[in-house]
């Protein structure tokens, strides 16, 4: 077949975007034709994928959004025989959504009329509004919960996904060939020092601020963080909160890493205190990797840090003092040890790498669909 995938930004350190990636891979191995469309692309992406560029030049990120579904739905009319959307966009046939459902989220009267908010809307309700076509792929059962309550999407046209890690990124062989030395000598951190590693491009969604807090009180601590450039408007922001903290001098921004699971073996502590995320795909990838987990109740993988026994998870509500207390707690070398051991047993015997496989087979024939 030929397929499209469109997703508004393609970049190799997010979760969504990586996903996107694999699958193209996957159904190319299977002998299909697919073609990636994006808005725009940044940092480095695999060899071999096929992607074509579709900017426009809207001045909000709602309007460049929806300019973009227009442009795919324009461009994929009656090219391909499956169009699939990472992301919430028009005339899909099927969607994978990491994103939660916003008609069920309470705003002001003011947001209700705005411009943006209707957007978001009509795009959302392309695909889940009830007498749809699209086969909805979602990645945890908040999820379908949410749009079925706001939209009345029939469920048999909902399937939850198991959890999608690569397996190609399960390496925790690099905490003891001497990747960890070697990389943590290039960025400069040494033996007493404990190296935070965080993953983020929203740093308010996934909590950087809360981060920064924390680290005030541990003064060993120096925060790494992969995906945000260190030019951006993002990277500003979290200077920003660095100043305000008195922690400037001990947060590095790496940009957009392809090396991740290295990073991973680098680092002493994964700190994702996010205030949601669907799933949270670098959790599960740090606990099969060794690196230990501090996180949120908020974040959808977030449970898999408990059943592992390798970190530990700030209940909502979330209050700053409990992860203080977290973090504090992590700081024991010996504590970390355990964690970490626990997190590479988690990855060798749990079912955690299948998500994607099944997402290949209902984009091939949405039919299979189980339906929640």
């Known amino acids: 077949m030929k397929i499209a995938f469109a997703i508004v930004t393609l970049f190799s350190a997010g979760g969504l975007q990586r996903d996107c990636m694999a699958l193209a891979a996957r159904l190319a191995a299977r002998g299909h034709e697919v073609t990636i469309f994006a808005e725009r692309q940044k940092g480095e992406i695999p060899a071999g994928l096929k ?13 460049r959004d929806l300019k973009f579904a227009r442009a795919v739905a324009k461009r994929c009319a009656g090219q391909f025989d499956r169009l699939v959307g ?32 209707r957007t978001q809307l009509r795009l959302e309700e392309s695909s889940f509004r009830q007498g749809q ?5 979602l990645l945890s059962a908040n999820q379908a919960r949410d749009f079925r309550a706001a939209w009345s999407t029939e469920p048999k046209r909902i399937e939850v996904l198991p959890p999608t890690i690569d397996r190609a990124r399960r390496q925790p062989e690099l905490r003891g060939d ?3 030395e070697r990389l943590r000598e290039s960025l400069g951190i040494g033996e007493q020092t404990l190296l935070w590693l965080a993953i983020a491009n929203q740093p308010s969604v996934k909590g950087l601020d809360r981060t920064l807090v924390a680290m005030k009180g541990i003064p060993q601590a120096r925060l790494a963080i992969a995906g945000i450039q260190p030019n951006s408007k993002q990277a500003g922001q979290v200077r920003g909160w660095a100043r305000g903290v008195g ?20 680092a002493d502590l994964l700190v994702h205190p996010a205030r949601y995320d669907t799933t949270g795909t670098v959790i599960i990838e740090s606990l099969i990797n060794g690196l230990p987990v501090i996180t949120t109740a908020e974040c959808g993988y977030a449970p898999h840090v408990r059943k592992a026994d390798a970190g530990l998870v700030i209940p909502s509500p979330f209050a700053q003092e409990a992860l203080n207390d977290a973090l504090a707690t992590a ?42």
């Not at 992607?51 to 309007?63: D, F, G, T, Y």
């Not at 922690?247 to 680098?266: H, K, N, Q, T, Y």
């Not at 997190?343 to 790498?353: K, N, R």
């Open 178 to 180: 001497g990747t960890r």
């Open 51 to 63: 992607v074509e560029l579709l900017p426009n030049r809207a001045l909000s990120n709602h309007s």
């Open 86 to 117: 990472f992301g919430k966009l028009l005339d899909l046939d099927v969607i994978y959504c990491a994103d939660p459902c916003l008609a069920v989220r309470r705003v002001g009267w003011l947001a209700s009329w705005s411009s943006r908010r």
């Open 247 to 266: 922690v400037a001098d001990c947060v590095d921004m790496l940009g957009f890493r392809s090396d991740i699971p290295e990073l991973m073996a680098a």
């Open 133 to 137: 076509k699209t086969a909805c792929l």
């Open 331 to 372: 700081a024991a070398a010996g504590k970390r040890n355990r964690w970490s051991r626990n997190g590479i047993a988690y990855g060798a015997t749990e079912q955690l790498y299948d998500g994607l496989d099944r997402a290949a087979d209902l984009i091939e024939n949405p039919r299979l669909l189980k339906g929640v």
